[in-house]
Every structure is written in C-alpha cells, then in structure tokens.
C-alpha cells in the first residue's frame, strides 16, 4: 500500500487548508485511516482517525475545528482545517492500517505517507 498526501501550505492564523491523502496498491488490506502531525523537536501525534464505516475519532486538540472524510470508492481521505492556530504548524502524516477500532497510536499503522507542511502564521 501506498499513501501520496497532499494539500498543505502556508496560511494565516484564523484560515483553512484541506488535505488529501490517496491510498493506492492493496487497498483492500485497509481498514482505519488517519492523520497524525509533528512539529520540530517533538514526538508525531496523533490528530484523527477514520473507519471504513466512517466512524471517526479526533484529538481534543483539534476537535470542532477539523473534519475529516473518506471517499471508499476513490480510496481517499480528506482533512479540512479550519480555524487553524499556530501550534497546529507541523508535518501531517496520513498513516493506514488493517485493523480496525481507530487507534491513536503510531505503531499499530502499517503505512505511512511521505508528509505535507502545514504552516501556520499568527
């Protein structure tokens, strides 16, 4: 399985951004998908994660502020942020995994996607 993101960029505090992430190869070993985000000097983190049935989890930090959707048909998710903050400045990362049950952790996704910058200006 393969993950290509992408939609980042550099936006004013206060913005929006969307980012997509298109899976592609064995697309039919994927169940949970997700984005995870990380900042200079920090650990990656955990952001969402959605099911095939479109069940979705989100982190405190950026709930009521990002959506997250799935296109099964285009094997596909997209984030939309808004009102986005300067601490949500980071590398998002769009992971995949086989198993189900939304996880936040890194280690139970088996692919990853390359990153997209996200910068956020106050």
């Known amino acids: 399985v393969q993950l290509q993101a992408s939609g980042g960029g550099l936006v004013q505090a206060g913005g929006s951004l969307r980012l997509s992430c298109a899976a592609s190869?064995?697309?039919?070993?994927?169940?949970?998908m997700g984005w995870f985000r990380q900042a200079p000097g920090q650990e990656r983190e955990f952001v969402v994660a959605?099911?095939?049935?479109?069940?979705?989890y989100y982190a405190d930090s950026v709930k009521g502020r990002f959506t997250i959707s799935r296109d099964n048909a285009k094997n596909t998710i997209y984030l939309q942020m808004n009102s986005l903050k300067p601490e949500d400045t980071a590398v998002y990362y769009c992971?995949?995994?086989?198993?189900?049950?939304?996880?936040?952790?890194?280690?139970?996704?088996?692919?990853w996607g390359q990153g997209t910058q996200v910068t956020v200006s106050s």
């Open positions: 190869g064995r697309t039919l070993s994927i169940n949970d």
């Open positions: 992971a995949a995994r086989s198993g189900v049950g939304l996880s936040i952790h890194t280690n139970e996704y088996e692919y």
């Open positions: 959605i099911g095939w049935s479109g069940r979705t």
